[in-house]
Each structure stands twice: as structure tokens, then as C-alpha cells.
């Protein structure tokens, strides 16, 4: 089905049951696992500090830290960031899914997020973003405290930008990395290692992941013959203008007819950053580049029904509790 998403009328009373407080828990077990889960949980969130950003501004999310799990045999879906991004990138949707009844965890990964750049525009960045979903769902499905409340059955994906093409390589596609070697130009990093003869790495796929949610990917390495072999189930976003990454829309647009089957496909008539929850006063005046969208376009509206319609999304996909 195909849609845009000003025409997709989302009546969000219908989609949820009672909301419970999103509870939420830090995760600090060096760059490895450096981010947060958010669940379902009683009692009343509040403001959780996280202090200063790399941007310079203080950032906190919405939750009751660390207050105990509502809930068994829940759904989880782990989360990825785009480039130079952060585990909180899209903390509304986070939010939404764990007030939903979803655990929910995302984390910063390592090399290329706001604080560490050591890894971005490398080959090395395509094994190893996936490598960090991996290892963030084997934390937690057999280390994490509360892993009893998962159903190891029912897990979904959401990557935004980059973390939408970590997606795909984790459901199965092989990156086309012949394809970008025939545009790119640059005399640095990715570009410069394919010119050069290095091998990129193999890609590493989950099979655990039952179902998808795919935001704006970066479509560089995506070609119809190679999203052929994806057979997981998955919701496919793009905007129309595009922005840094992503190109102008032709790319996701392009990505978007090559897509097997018939995937949900919804178009909406923004930029790229609009899929980033919305901003701060604070933050929109320390990178006003990430909160500034289209004339006439309301990011808060939109992700009322952004993120009502992948909560509705994950719960047709993953079953209700």
C-alpha cells in the first residue's frame, strides 16, 4: 500500500490501549553498549538529565528511571541512528513504543556517533554497525537484567538514515559497493579504500528480526537486485526533499520502487531531519540545521501520527500482549 502520509488518517485513540509510563534505564557498559531501554512501567515519568551533548546543548528524556517492568513475554524492537547521530535521535518514538507495551533499546554506535568519529565514511562501518545490533540483541535477550520479560520471538527493527540501510543489510541484502565506487570521487575514506582494492567486509545478517520499520535510507548501496533476497516484512518511510545523506528524494524514491513485494510505503512532503524527533528551543538554536524543516510543515503534528502509525505498525506485525 502506498500512501502519503498527509492522506493517512491515523485516529490514535483506536491504535493504543491505555498508555503506561515509559520506564527507562541507562546503559553504560563502555562504547560497546552506550545508550538506553525504554519499557513499559506504573509509575509517573519525569525528566531523565543526561547533561551536555557534543553540540553543546543539555538534552534529557521523558521517563521513570529505572523503575520496575510492567509486563511479560513483551515485544522489543532495537533502534539504530543515522550517521553522526545518537541513541536518542528518535526518543518520541522510543517513548511511544515503550508506553505502547514495547521494550525498546537503542544505543550510540560505536565510530560514528556525536561524540566519536573514528569509524564514519570507513568500509569498516558497514560490518560493524551491524555488529552493534547484534551484539546489542544478544545483550538483550541473555544479559540484560529484565531479559525475562522479552519474547525472544517477537523482535523489530527501526533504522533511520543510515540505520535504515544497517537494516537491510541486516535482513539479508549484500551492499553494492561496485555502485558507489562508480560515483564517488572522493580521495578519502570509503571511497578512497574501494579505488584503492580493499575488500569490504561480508555483511552480517539477524534472522531474529521478524519485522521491520525502515526511515529514509541511505540508498547509496541499495539496488533492486539486492533488496530482492529480503523477505522480512517491513514499513518503508522517505521524504520527498531529501537533506544530507540522502540526496534530494530522487534516491529513496528510487530505493522505494525497487522494494520486493508490496511493503507499506509512505512519502511525506518534508526533508530528511523530520524524522528526528522534535526540537528544543535550545537544541533547535545549537544545530538549527536538524530542526529546520520545509515551510508549513508541523514536525510535532506529524509525529503524532508518525508515531502512531508505527506503534500500530509493530503491534500488526509482533501481536498485541
Known sequence: MRSTLWAFAVILSGLVSPAEAAGIQLLDSGPALSGAIWYPCATEPTHVALGSLSVGADFDLKGAKDC?????????????????????????????????????????????NGNDSSRRDTLSLWGSRPADIVRLLDFMLKDWKDRAVVDPARVGFFGFSLGGATGFVLMGTRPDFARIASFCKETTGACAELHNGEAPPEPIHDPRIRTAVIVDPAPGTLTRENLAVV?????FWRSQFGGPGVGDGSGTERVAQGLPGKPEIHVVQAGHFAFLAPCSAELAAAIPRICTDVPGFDRIAFHREFNAAVVKYFREQLGER
Open 68 to 112: 520496575p517492568v510492567t509486563g511479560a513475554r513483551l515485544p522489543l524492537v532495537i533502534f539504530s541512528h543515522g550517521r553522526g547521530g545518537w541513541f536518542g535521535a528518535n526518543h518520541d518514538t522510543e517513548e511511544a513504543l515503550a508506553d505502547a507495551g514495547f521494550i525498546v533499546a537503542a544505543i550510540n554506535h560505536p565510530g560514528d
Open 231 to 235: 523477505k522480512v516484512p517491513f514499513q
